[in-house]
């Protein structure tokens, strides 16, 4: 029985292995707070080494949107038998766009009804955890900072992935 299970976790971080996953993220930073959905895809470039591009678009808050676009690398440690524990570090581009509705002044005009957008190059650090639902399905869980550009965020995020 001990050898099966050790097998499982060994095939969990096999050299290759690719899934696609899906994740709810919760970001939060200079003020502003707001969930995102992404998807992301992971491979095992060595054993225990993982590359996974993703991206994520924050759902339009206070007139703002977000999206991040990026590639973290994370470093599988396996310390239970469906359990596997991960730094994170990786880099990406996050873009933003901030909406200015029109504004009805009656007698005086309109006022307002502009918008603009910026983008930057921005790096994370933070930590993971996957968890085995069976061979083929894990959940995962992270928490994440971001830095760079003018502005940094807090990401907590929860995902399910598909091996194949």
């Keep these: 029985m001990v050898a099966v299970l050790c097998i499982t976790v060994a095939s969990a971080q096999e050299k290759g292995e690719t899934a696609v996953g899906a994740q709810v993220v919760y970001g939060s930073g200079d003020g502003l707070s707001n ?3 992404g998807a992301k895809f992971q491979w095992n470039v060595i054993n225990r080494l993982r590359l996974e591009p993703s991206f994520t678009y924050f759902l339009k ?3 703002i949107n977000m999206w991040n676009a990026g590639v973290n690398v994370h470093y599988l440690f396996p310390v239970a038998d469906a359990i596997t524990l991960y730094p994170v570090a990786g880099a990406g581009i996050w873009g933003i766009k901030v909406s200015v509705p029109e504004m009805d002044l009656g007698e005086y005009g309109n006022y307002g009804g502009g918008s603009a957008s910026n983008s930057e190059f921005g ?8 968890f085995n639902l069976s061979e083929k399905f894990v959940i995962n869980a992270e928490l994440k900072y971001k830095v760079g550009g003018d502005w940094s965020r807090l990401l907590i995020s929860a995902g399910v992935a598909y091996k194949f």
């Design 35 to 37: 969930i995102g959905i």
């Design 61 to 63: 808050k206070d007139n």
């Design 123 to 130: 790096f994370n650090i933070g930590a993971g955890a996957d």
